[in-house]
């Protein structure tokens, strides 16, 4: 929606159904919900309507329980399990690099223990090659 003002409503009828309304314009709740979440306002939230009979609720929390409320409210709470899933997926490819990281090492001491093996074959061969020769030679 790319309006310079958007005005949202919410009513209530006589036999306790919502009707949503997006300038004006009926929308169905999951619409609603998903503009709101666009700007980052989440109607899931308990607290995102506050009830006359809780303000003073409200008014006599301690500083920790407000602190979470707001967190709440400003949908921060939303983000921590994302966050923490994150940590999880960086721990588990940490943990999978470290050990690529830990094969491919073997294998490069594997490879380096194969060229010795190989430098030492050539070598091998070469004098193999040369007493070989010097039959020949002797021989004739």
């Given amino acids: ?13 006589l036999a ?6 997006i300038n004006d314009k009926s929308v169905l709740l999951a619409e609603f919900k998903k503009m709101l979440m666009s700007v980052g306002l989440n109607i899931d939230n308990a607290h ?30 939303m983000y ?5 899933k994150a940590r999880r997926e960086i721990q588990n490819k940490s943990e999978l690099f470290e050990q690529c990281k830990e094969k491919l090492n073997q294998l490069s ?3 380096k223990e194969e060229e010795k093996n190989k430098e030492k074959f050539n070598q091998k061969m070469v004098k193999q090659d040369i007493l070989h020769n010097k039959q020949i030679h002797i021989i004739f």
Avoid: W
């Fill in 1 to 13: 929606m790319s309006h310079d003002r958007i005005i949202i409503e919410r009513h209530f009828d």
């Fill in 16 to 21: 306790n159904s919502d009707i949503f309304k």
């Fill in 48 to 77: 995102f309507m506050v009830l006359q009979n809780q303000i003073q609720k409200l008014a006599n929390m301690k500083e920790a329980e407000y602190l979470h409320l707001l967190e709440e409210c400003c949908g921060i709470k």
């Fill in 80 to 84: 921590d399990d994302i966050l923490k």
């Fill in 109 to 111: 001491e594997q490879v």
